[in-house]
């Protein structure tokens, strides 16, 4: 299996080198050449599985054998879901009025990317210790990314993290969680600025190719490959679990509401559609509604702010995955998305061609939803099925609700948790409800923290370059041992 940049414009790399990249050099994001075609007979096999088989089902499709073998792929993801707090790692909850919450967030920080993030830590580790290696992973955070990725890697020897979170503008639990951790490969800057002025500086260090390749820089942010691939294991499960009957021809469909920020599990969603999954995508976002105005309108277009909401991980206005999707459906047209791209980069504004437009909204439907519709959403189901939903989800939910209450809910639906209402007492508070706590959450509060500041006025490039060429100048040192 070899990837390809998006934009066409960068050698060709095997899963290894798409793991350790991040963006392609050219600016692109890495996607697979080819891909597989499930037929119907794999359908069916499948469709037995449980998440952490299906997992391993998809990355060996994706990684290659000569890279991981099998057995060593299989303990890989074992060791990644060990410290899950549900036994079959996510877990379906199947609620009045056909409502079926996919809950993606029984991991150690209570959120969704601990399901791709512990799976890509483990792959990362395993070709380190093979090339005795070490690489200092950077990463932007709006929430929930930043902690995942911390916990995946933390105490690592051939790992370094830095992670930069913007200041005030994730939950406190959120913080915390990255605040909190004091191993020694654990860097955690507070930046004065939201979550797309953070990711300039990022984009910034990795546009300097010979500073990356010296340092082995790389990113855990949803464009690494690695992470989409993981995610499109909750498109399959989710399927599988609602799907009426696969005795029909065709498959019948399912729908699966899909809250998104960056993009990353829909870019899932939309390779497994092009690999034959029968799903139907529904995108819900929050006022930060450029998904929604590229899939209505064609819009690909910045405001002028990034609004905080009570979602506050997908308070994100730049959703670098759209990039893999307008690949995908221009037909892997890497000359016309480096255009399209490039475009958008220069005047951040980009109107879509109508050709495009056309398959991304057959692809599929979006909605932005208000705080007040959010805190809504989360009473009535808690009010429905005592069910507390954390306003991202709830994003989702209120498309299911929308639908039913038109009557116009025939086909069977599926919608993604990303995260815990645990993680969000402020925005349970908001919608008049009383937040559950788990110990573990609570604790965080009376433990030590470290964070250094990034102010505005100061250099984050530079700052961020200085921090890495330390890290580098360290691992140098302790590399120093004869018997290797």
């Not at 890989?76 to 379906?92: E, G, K, N, T």
């Not at 998305?337 to 061609?353: D, N």
Request: glycine letters at 6%.
């Amino acid at each position: 299996m070899w990837y390809t940049s998006t934009r066409g414009m960068a050698p060709r790399v095997n899963f290894e080198g798409a793991l350790f990249s991040g963006y392609a050099p050219d600016g692109g994001l890495y996607v697979p050449e080819e891909l597989p075609q499930l037929d119907r007979e794999t359908m069916c096999r499948w469709s037995t599985l449980s998440y952490r088989s299906l997992v391993k089902e998809l990355c060996a499709l994706f990684i290659g054998l000569e890279l991981i073998p099998r057995h060593d792929l299989n303990d890989l993801i074992d060791q990644a879901f060990s410290r899950f707090r549900h036994r079959d790692v996510v877990h379906l909850s199947r609620l009045r009025n056909g409502l079926n919450i996919l809950e993606l967030w029984h991991g150690v920080t209570y959120a969704f990317k601990d399901l791709s993030l512990s799976c890509t830590a483990q792959f990362l580790q395993y070709f380190l210790q093979k090339r005795k290696k070490h690489v200092t992973i950077v990463v932007g955070t709006s929430g929930d990314t930043g902690s995942a990725a911390i916990e995946s890697v933390q105490g690592l020897k051939n790992i370094d993290i830095i992670v930069l979170l913007p200041k005030g503008r994730c939950t406190k639990i959120q913080e915390l969680q990255m605040t909190t951790v004091l191993k020694e490969n654990v860097h955690v800057f507070g930046v004065e600025g939201n979550s797309d002025e953070l990711d300039e500086p990022i984009k910034a260090v990795f546009a300097d190719v010979a500073f990356v390749e010296k340092h082995n820089l790389m990113s855990l942010n949803s464009i690494n490959w690695s992470r989409v691939l993981v995610q499109m294991a909750h498109h399959f499960f989710a399927y599988f679990q609602c799907a009426p009957s696969l005795d029909k021809h065709p498959l019948p469909p399912v729908e699966v509401v899909v809250p998104t920020g960056a993009g990353g599990n829909l870019a899932a969603g939309c390779i497994a559609q092009k690999m034959g999954l029968p799903i139907c995508l529904v995108v819900a976002v929050n006022h930060n509604d450029i998904i929604h105005r590229t899939v209505q309108k064609g819009d690909f277009s910045l405001c002028e702010v990034v609004k905080p909401t009570l979602a506050s991980a997908m308070d994100i206005q730049v959703p670098y995955n759209m990039e893999r999707i307008f690949w995908l459906l221009s037909g892997s047209d890497s000359q016309a998305t480096r255009v399209l791209m490039e475009q958008f980069e220069r005047s951040q504004s980009l109107h879509l061609p109508k050709e495009l437009h056309s398959k991304l909204s057959q692809a599929m439907t979006s909605e932005s939803v208000s705080d007040e519709t959010i805190t809504q959403t989360m009473g009535r189901c808690w009010e429905e099925n005592q069910y507390l939903l954390c306003p991202h989800s709830a994003t989702a939910v209120n498309y299911h609700y929308q639908q039913t209450d038109r009557g116009q809910s025939s086909i069977s639906r599926c919608c993604l948790a990303p995260a815990s209402a645990a993680k969000f007492p402020e925005a349970v508070q908001a919608a008049g409800l009383t937040p559950q706590t788990p110990a573990e959450i609570l604790a965080l509060e009376h433990k030590e923290t470290r964070c250094l500041p990034m102010r505005r006025g100061d250099d984050w490039t530079q700052m961020l370059k200085d921090t890495i060429e330390g890290l580098s100048q360290r691992w140098k040192g302790c590399a120093v041992n004869p018997s290797e």
